[in-house]
């Protein structure tokens, strides 16, 4: 066990017994953390973004350093990591999370009065976060999961992601620095890091399996995301995971827009997205549906050689690249797959981006992480539609489209909505907007729990439950539920929605 | 198979074969069932009501003969049952379960534009419902389960209980003339019933691990429920199972309102709840902790005397009975416990109350069903605590307290509030209003799901998922989020609650 004497923080050889520490002071704060009022906790959410930009320079120094990410796209991450703080600040603050209902006595009801019941949601209690490998920062120690946890009223216990341990230490620091500057307990926030490989999966079992953990946050691979949810499941007491997993995001090119607008252009801002970052997105569009005939011929052709002038980024680890280079090869393997195209390769661990074309979905539609894609031609969506329904659950679909193609995209809008968390027309879906209305889920296996969202602010609630008080006398009420709303909410007032 | 012509309603003989044709059905109605706009579902909801009310009295004779329970009590339920259903319509039509979103774009956003972003609440797919033993009708084949997914817009599948096979076909046959009369898939609601036995439970796994089944709804034993739990997360595809397990219920009875009270009456109208419908209430106040002292042993001497004079009631099946049999011997075999009072029994299958008192909670706090209660008694609130703290998750807990007791009453409530879904003062946990603050929840294992309630208004976003819209054109846009908001409903517009 390391030493951290102000904090929990275990430096790279974090062991079972840091796991304890950190939920026992996980468990131990969360009375005074949940009891925090929207000021004061949105005031902490802000400190919290405040001191990672006091830190900025050497947090992006060492996620470059870590990721092979370029300096402009981790600096933005900061920015998209503070931003998110700052917006779930304001949310906190509003207050309309706590979903206050109020139904009102009636005494005189017949046959039988009616108790004065109230409705709040409360901290689910100690949230275990897995930091992505992708996102050191957004997705990471103080990302999505930590900030809607922490805006939830919940405890965080972050295992650092072992492919940038020095940033996700910078963040983690960040993040005990605003913790005390709050006066808040330091179990609100404890950070755990392990070498990597077995000892890495070793410790987040521990977590995930620590009674005193009672949710569980998670961006990555589909195994790992399995793992935990298998572990939580198995609990004496089984607890919420939610785990983003996989996705190939497809894409719908419509006749319409190929038969009116810029072919090369689409296909060339296709590529641009399946290459963005070494398309190391969850959002990454991995299939595209293409009609076939000479439109779509031309489409295929540029976005074959805009594939082929493409180079390589350096991936993540050289681990996430083997995988890239064993994943592409298994699809080029498959019956009837041919090349579109193929970029260079970048250097080592940078392999080449590579367009395919299949005959069929079959076998070519497990996610291949990187910037691989593959193209399925379709004669019209009386043919396109059972391709569709027959995909596992993703994150994004997308299609293209323009006014030619209205009934077409009218068919196939109510298949894609039960397939994805996110429908979005004319635009690629890497690039997840942090808003209130963002969903960044789906069915299985795009995530273990479709009936939230890790990016926006609706993420808070689903580390909440509702809690009844029935002729709780109003000295004794907690403030969110008391007639004189003393936090100013908005409030279901026998049902009726009633803003403040 | 059993044959049903105009509908999938299978008799008592239901088999793998009906899941399949139900569950298949579900999948072709819910495409339909989920387009339906809040008024045509509204009204499909209250078409329901009226079927059941058209048949209430062949309804309430079947489940008088199957439940044991007295008319006046399945009277009721009918209009409960009713009542729900009637509200939920008011909920769909108001539509703010759509949880609706509106960030709108922000094209000349720096650095990057902001798309435009909407979201929606959308329905899981086809659930299957449990029907529980206790309430024949209200938490069975047309009960909350069942009355909240079809307002979220889900098919439903009941698997009925083997307890009450007429009572539930007759109100499955109410949900099916509502079906056909508004024109909808028959598919839309099946219901299905197996012998009993292993039988039922086969019938129940084979409905559980359909994979067009995406949902679960379950009242009755902790047992039952982790079958169903455990089925669903093995599945290739994970799915939500809302099980409402066991709960013992702990009242705790303060000093104040002893020194001050009635301590009779306060003895009295605890072993009236504990008694009433022979304990069969997930509710059922089973765990009181009384201070020690005169006052705590006059109201013990109170209790006992208001149980040797209460007669038991013939209960719902006679498994029931004997497991209520068996558990009470386990509790009175515990090392300590004392009888406080026993009373006598009504007949067959009708086994006397009892009321036992102990040093300590070792081995009194598993769910005996029925009506059992055990006392433990308390020095002061520092004593108490230790003793909430290490309860497992319940649906209830109940304080008896008056101003004297403020300060205590105020300790107890973060404690409380972590450890069960609603907190009552001065009443009896039995009777759960149907209301929109009501929860009827609570951590495992008083449920497999703390997130939700199985009770009220807010158990209709149970069966729900978010989608986001991201630049989909406005003819194309589900008429929840469009701009022109033809269905009046409340809406978040960048963050900000606005009614409409």
Same mark, same amino acid.
């Given at each position: 066990?390391s030493e951290?004497?102000?904090?929990i +923080? #275990?430096?790279t050889?974090?062991?079972?017994?840091?796991?304890?520490?950190a939920?026992?002071?996980?468990?131990?704060a969360?009375? %005074?953390?949940?009891?925090t009022?929207p000021?004061?906790?949105?005031?902490?959410?802000?400190?919290?973004?405040?001191e990672i930009?006091a830190?900025?320079?050497?947090i992006?120094e060492?996620?470059?350093?870590?990721?092979?990410?370029p300096? %402009?796209? +981790?600096?933005?991450?900061?920015?998209?990591?503070?931003g998110q703080?700052?917006? $779930?600040?304001s949310?906190?603050r509003?207050?309309?999370?706590?979903?206050v209902?109020?139904?009102p006595?009636?005494p005189d009801?017949?046959?039988m009065?009616?108790?004065?019941i109230?409705?709040?949601? +409360?901290?689910?209690?100690? &949230? %275990?976060? $897995?930091?992505a490998s992708?996102?050191p920062?957004?997705?990471?120690t103080?990302g999505?999961?930590?900030?809607?946890a922490?805006?939830?009223?919940?405890?965080v216990?972050?295992?650092?992601h072992?492919?940038?341990p020095?940033a996700?230490y910078l963040?983690?620091?960040?993040?005990?620095? *605003?913790?005390?500057k709050a006066?808040?307990?330091l179990g609100t $926030?404890?950070?755990l890091?392990a070498p990597?490989?077995?000892?890495?999966?070793?410790?987040?079992?521990s977590?995930?399996?620590?009674?005193?953990i009672?949710?569980v946050?998670?961006t990555?691979?589909r195994?790992?995301g399995l793992a935990?949810?298998?572990? %939580?499941a198995a609990?004496?007491e089984?607890i919420p995971?939610y785990?983003?997993?996989?996705?190939i995001?497809?894409v719908v090119?419509l006749?319409?827009?190929l038969?009116?607008?810029?072919?090369?252009a689409?296909a060339?801002?296709?590529?641009?997205?399946l290459?963005?970052?070494a398309?190391?997105f969850?959002?990454?569009?991995?299939?595209? $549906?293409l009609?076939?005939?000479?439109?779509?011929?031309?489409?295929l052709v *540029?976005?074959g050689?805009?594939?082929?002038?493409a &180079?390589?980024g350096?991936m993540?680890?050289?681990?996430?690249?083997t995988?890239?280079?064993?994943?592409? #090869?298994?699809?080029r393997? !498959?019956?009837?797959?041919?090349?579109?195209?193929?970029g260079s390769?970048?250097g080592e661990?940078?392999?080449a981006p590579?367009l395919l074309?299949?005959?069929?979905?079959t076998? &070519?539609?497990?996610?291949?992480?990187?910037?691989s894609g593959?193209?399925v031609?379709?004669?019209? !969506?009386a043919?396109?539609?059972?391709h569709?329904?027959?995909l596992?659950?993703q994150l994004?679909a997308?299609?293209? #489209?323009n006014?030619?193609?209205a009934?077409?995209? *009218?068919?196939?809008?109510p298949?894609?909505e039960?397939?994805v968390?996110?429908?979005?027309f004319?635009g690629?879906?890497?690039?997840?907007?942090?808003?209130?209305?963002m !969903?960044?889920?789906?069915?299985?296996?795009?995530?273990s729990?479709?009936?939230?969202?890790s990016?926006?602010?609706?993420?808070?609630?689903r580390?909440?439950?509702?809690?009844?008080?029935?002729?709780?006398?109003s000295?004794v009420?907690p403030?969110?539920?008391r007639?004189d709303?003393?936090?100013g909410? #908005?409030?279901r007032?026998?049902?009726?929605?009633q803003?403040p």
């Amino acid at each position: 066990m390391s030493e951290h004497p102000r904090s929990i +923080i #275990a430096g790279t050889e974090a062991d079972e017994a840091d796991v304890v520490a950190a939920t026992s002071a996980a468990v131990e704060a969360f009375g %005074a953390y949940r009891a925090t009022t929207p000021g004061q906790r949105g005031d902490f959410l802000e400190a919290v973004a405040a001191e990672i930009e006091a830190d900025k320079d050497a947090i992006v120094e060492a996620a470059v350093a870590e990721s092979n990410l370029p300096e %402009a796209r +981790i600096s933005g991450e900061v920015g998209r990591t503070t931003g998110q703080l700052r917006m $779930f600040a304001s949310v906190v603050r509003r207050g309309d999370h706590l979903g206050v209902r109020i139904d009102p006595a009636l005494p005189d009801r017949a046959p039988m009065p009616r108790a004065d019941i109230r409705q709040r949601h +409360i901290a689910l209690g100690p &949230v %275990a976060v $897995f930091g992505a490998s992708n996102f050191p920062l957004a997705f990471s120690t103080a990302g999505g999961d930590t900030a809607s946890a922490l805006a939830a009223g919940c405890p965080v216990v972050v295992k650092g992601h072992p492919a940038h341990p020095r940033a996700g230490y910078l963040a983690a620091a960040a993040v005990t620095r *605003a913790v005390e500057k709050a006066g808040l307990p330091l179990g609100t $926030f404890s950070f755990l890091l392990a070498p990597g490989g077995q000892s890495s999966i070793d410790l987040g079992q521990s977590l995930v399996t620590d009674p005193r953990i009672k949710a569980v946050g998670f961006t990555g691979s589909r195994g790992g995301g399995l793992a935990l949810v298998a572990a %939580a499941a198995a609990r004496p007491e089984p607890i919420p995971v939610y785990a983003e997993m996989s996705s190939i995001n497809p894409v719908v090119v419509l006749p319409g827009v190929l038969a009116d607008g810029d072919v090369t252009a689409l296909a060339s801002a296709y590529v641009g997205s399946l290459t963005l970052g070494a398309g190391q997105f969850c959002t990454n569009p991995g299939l595209l $549906f293409l009609p076939r005939g000479d439109a779509g011929d031309d489409f295929l052709v *540029a976005a074959g050689n805009a594939v082929a002038e493409a &180079v390589g980024g350096t991936m993540l680890t050289p681990g996430i690249a083997t995988a890239y280079e064993k994943g592409t #090869a298994n699809l080029r393997d !498959v019956s009837g797959v041919r090349i579109v195209g193929q970029g260079s390769d970048g250097g080592e661990h940078a392999p080449a981006p590579l367009l395919l074309e299949s005959p069929t979905l079959t076998g &070519v539609t497990d996610e291949v992480f990187g910037a691989s894609g593959v193209v399925v031609r379709y004669d019209d !969506v009386a043919d396109l539609l059972p391709h569709l329904e027959s995909l596992e659950g993703q994150l994004t679909a997308t299609v293209h #489209a323009n006014d030619a193609d209205a009934d077409d995209a *009218a068919r196939l809008l109510p298949v894609l909505e039960l397939k994805v968390g996110r429908i979005l027309f004319n635009g690629w879906p890497t690039g997840v907007e942090v808003g209130h209305a963002m !969903v960044h889920g789906g069915p299985f296996p795009a995530t273990s729990d479709s009936r939230s969202t890790s990016v926006g602010s609706l993420a808070i609630e689903r580390f909440q439950r509702p809690v009844a008080y029935q002729d709780v006398p109003s000295g004794v009420l907690p403030e969110a539920v008391r007639d004189d709303n003393p936090w100013g909410l #908005a409030r279901r007032i026998d049902g009726e929605l009633q803003l403040p």
